[in-house]
């Protein structure tokens, strides 16, 4: 089989990944070197995608080219200048005399950011899961193991919101519902905790059969 730039590839590949592997035996140059080039490689990843996706189709081909362009066929568009400006102001945070200007651009980040995303939250994250609690238990048009659901989602929230009601003292039937409520939050974060542990290996699992498939041949 002839030596390719493919090939090339799936040793430099295959050398990074045991590199980076090589982490878990002790910290060696290897990894060192590995990781070095991982983030130098993202970072100029990343500067290259904001520029071809972000810089240049929405800033400099609006405003930069009409300006020093005679072909330019479009009017500048000024109204470029805010953003640019505020993105300017937030490179001044490297500055000690200029500093305090990035916090118009962070200011106007955080209440931008704020004004999006707080409705969205608060529909998703509460009144959607507000809904499920206040439908009826019991329905004449749901199976029985509907009605099994509802009546679980109910009792999960009941006993999570009195288990985090501290003025009241957990004993009699609030101490019982809080430990009802323990035992739903324990099932949450073990289903979360296990559900992010199985996207961890299900990236090893691909790294691994990168090395058995097309770096060794072993796996067909």
Known sequence: MPFTSHSFGIILGAGLTLAIYSFLYQDNPAFKIAENLYV???LGYTIIITWFNFLKPDLYDPLIVPVFSKAATKEPQYALLIPSLLGIFMLLRFSKS????????FAFVV??????SIPRVISAFILQQIKPSLQPVFSGSETIFSSIDTLLILLGVISVLIYFIFSVEHKGAIGKL????????M??????????VMARVSLLIGRIQFLLKDWLGILQ
């Not at 200029?98 to 651009?105: A, E, I, P, Q």
């Not at 209440?111 to 999006?116: D, K, N, Y």
């Not at 809080?178 to 939050?185: A, D, E, H, M, P």
């Open 178 to 185: 809080s430990k009802i409520g323990i035992w739903f939050l």
């Open 187 to 196: 099932i949450s974060f073990g289903a979360s905790f296990g559900y992010t």
């Open 40 to 42: 130098g490689v993202s």
């Open 98 to 105: 200029l500093s305090w200007l990035s916090r118009w651009t």
């Open 111 to 116: 209440g931008l950011g704020a004004g999006i």
